[in-house]
């Protein structure tokens, strides 16, 4: 015979293991396909990115469950439901294509305990828009993006750790910028149209750009905002930033391919195997590595 | 005729029944929602449901002879239930074809098999296999174990032993891959993140090479109530082993990217093409190859 006391201690350890806010751990995100209109959350099961199949995509996958799969990458990198986003330490796995717009800057600060230590990837095969621009956006958000950066990095210690592998960031002023102290990996990426930089590494953050491609910096044809560049420069290393970058394409830029202003010197910045071409400027005040 | 047809049903019995060697089978992925441990799905061909029948997790493990399996442990074994003798028994291929995350009870254990131990594991193309350690929603004990052992443990102990691992994902262990038998390892492709210890450890007289792999924050993890601080490695060569680290980047760790403490001295562990960057000791005892 089981006492009432036991089963409710029982239920209570169920809950409490139910809803623990736990860290470290992975994540799915959903693609979105904003059809028929913009901002679609209900879809035919199975289609327009809806991995799990309930139907759902966006803000209504967000909200649906503590079921540690979102809809959008805001709602990922946070709480979440009953403690089930990763809320600046685990993964987000991206698990079907989409476009992902944000309704501002994606922005990872320093996480609410310990280091920040966050991984968001596109699944091999999967493509991750991460565009300014979202043609009928309700909230008539694209001016908004189109003068801000992607991603915004500012954790400010040297043990915090991101990673960015395999998406696709076009069409802001900056497609990502680092201002803190943390350690940045950004690997498979691609960076297209984006106005003055792709990636802006600043503070004193470390920053490894790894088998990424690069293209038109300083090049965007978007409506009602400046499309300038200045500079146009593809990665940039400034303040006391360090960094490598390494095994990457970068072309057509308007302005350098990789630019070391960091205080730190020559040797703050390495290359290798970086393929540049058609750029307004080469390989500034960085440092060579070979085998 | 009556004579035959008896013969032919019984031929056809044996074929059906029979455990065959050194076999391919297929592995799910796992969606673990609306709540962790989901093993039947709402609708039919989603949340990593790859052959459409509406089971994943342990239900595809014995749902039938079909060489399906939910679960990497019951792949690599023989099979039970109605999946009897349709398992690799660690001989064979097992092919990762939808994305997912696979949740082990503990070390997935490679030894030996009846004759050599001859394993594949690998996710297709545009699959992701998410190997972690930490599974919201499961409870504090298993994260916290697992978060303490290591992901996959290869103990098999001959020359003769093969085990390929291809395009996986490891993540929050203490030791993602650990060898301590005498067989022959290729880690190929696969990326390894937060592992706090060593992402690959090598022991025994284990021969292992690792090629186009990415090694990321290897010492960096911040788990629930485990342990933040380890060795921080990479790759560690130890006993009487031997290998080849090749086109791989290894970033970021706290500890050393390739550290050779086996006896059988620096030309024992070779290097080719190893990117590495941030790390808290570089390539300690290797040996350069040029091709």
Redesign the interface.
Known sequence: MISRGALTLALFATLLAATAAWANHPVLLEGNCDSPVPGTTLVGTGKCGDWDGDGRVGAAEDGDGADRIFGTIEAALGAGMSGSGINLNGTITIVTSGRFVPSSTVRIGDAPSGPTNVTIEAAPGVTALFDAVLQGDPAGGNTLRQNIAGILVDATGDDDRIVFRNLTIQNWVEGIRVTGGARVTIDNCRFEHNLNYAVRAMGTSLVIVYESTITDTGTRGGSGVSNFGVPGRAVSYEESARGMVARSQIFNSKADAVTNESSLGTSAVFHHQVVISGNGGGIVNATPIGF | MQGFRIATSLLLLLCAGAALANHPVIVEGN??????GTTV???A???GDFDGDGRIGSAEDTDGADRIFGTLTAAIGPGTGAAAGTGANLNGTVLIAA???FVLPTSLLIGDAAGPTLLTIEAA????A?I?A???????AN?NFRQNIAGIHITASNVEDRIVLR?LTF??WSEAIRVNGGARVVIENC?F??NLDYAVRVMGSAHVMVNGS?M??TG?????TVT?TGAGTAIQFEGTSTGLVSKT?I??STGTAINNASSNGASAVRF??V?V??NGNGIINAT?V?F
């Open positions: 969606c673990d929602s609306p709540t962790f799905l709402g609708v061909g989603t949340c994305s997912g995350r193309p545009g699959a992701i998410l972690d930490v599974a919201q929603g499961d409870t504090l994260n395009n993540r929050n990326t993140e937060h990415r990321f924050d960096s993890r911040f788990g629930v933040s980047a970033f970021n080719f093409q990117i960057g941030g350069p040029a």
